[in-house]
């Protein structure tokens, strides 16, 4: 049998080798997802740590704080702790690679979301890095103090190749409007249970509600008010998902006046009622 460091992680990992970790650290070199896998389908979870996945195989459509990514084989996505991922649609062939890192490592630039296609070289490099992740972490004892280097690497190079991107196809006011965007939507994360209001979001970012309103609408073509709404129901999902509250309970954590608004909000932007949301397959 050939030495698991010199089995290629782009090749179908036997069962018994499907996942290996090291303190904050963790790796699933080939893995399936939707049924059977690590992500569920039309299920958003929010995520402890932080996450790195690398399309291996197929196409997959996900959201992950509220923006939506298409991703075909080769490309690479970097999330940040905390950050809430759904899978809305995959290719049956689909296969991933996962590796996980702590909050306290090292967070993710300014905890955005990061989607790159690399190059042929620049994938190249990525996969030696991976690899040498997973020669570490089948070490015995595993020497984190190794791993970690190596994960720090890894993701300042998915950053640096995020932002030459960047850099190349986004002029200056542009790229601002783009930065101020994504600090909006970080903020709705942080804050929408007990705030709805787009005042409340332009004063946090020292800009008026018209200018927010204005550069939302012009980056995104959706409207501030339908992101912080997409927020609410987002975390509403989550806690009929992964909780045992009542929908009166969810409706007051989310600061409604009473469980009627919340459910007509609900369905307003979801198409079922929470009761009827939480009950589905």
């Known amino acids: ?22 303190g904050q650290y963790s790796m699933i070199p080939n893995s399936t997802c939707g049924q059977g896998g690590p992500l569920v389908l039309n299920q958003p979870y929010r995520l402890v740590e932080g996450r790195l996945i690398i399309v291996l195989q197929g196409c ?21 702790p905390c950050c809430i991922i759904e899978l809305l649609e995959m290719s049956s062939d689909s296969r991933v690679q996962i590796l996980s890192y702590s909050d ?66 986004i002029s200056t006011d542009e790229s601002r409007q783009q930065v101020l965007f994504h600090r909006f939507l970080q903020l709705v994360g942080e804050h929408c249970t007990h705030e709805r209001s787009l005042a409340y ?12 309103s204005t550069m939302v609408k012009k980056v995104s073509g959706t409207n501030g008010t339908t992101w912080i709404t997409r927020a609410v129901c987002l975390e509403a999902k989550i806690r009929l998902r992964h909780s045992d509250q009542l929908v009166s309970q969810i409706s007051d954590d989310l600061n409604f006046p009473n469980p009627a608004f919340f459910n007509k909000y609900f369905k307003r932007e979801v198409g079922m009622t929470p009761g009827e949301y939480r009950s589905k397959e």
Not at 60 to 80: K, M, Q, V
Not at 120 to 136: C, F, G, K, M, Q
């Open 201 to 212: 979001y332009a004063s946090q970012l020292c800009i008026t509600p018209h200018y927010l």
């Open 60 to 80: 997959i459509r996900a959201t992950s704080n509220l923006l939506e990514y298409t991703l075909h084989t080769g490309d690479t996505l970097l999330l940040p």
């Open 1 to 22: 049998m050939a030495n698991i460091e010199d089995i290629r992680l782009n090749d179908v990992i036997p069962e018994q080798l499907h996942h290996l970790s090291a």
């Open 104 to 169: 306290d490592t090292f967070p993710v630039k300014n905890h955005e979301v990061i989607c790159i296609t690399p190059t042929s070289d620049e994938r190249a490099e990525i996969d030696t890095l991976v690899n040498l992740v997973w020669r570490n972490l089948n070490r015995q004892p595993a020497p984190v103090s190794v791993i970690t280097p190596l994960f720090q690497a890894l993701q300042s190079f998915i950053i640096a190749i995020h932002e030459h991107n960047q850099s190349k196809h």
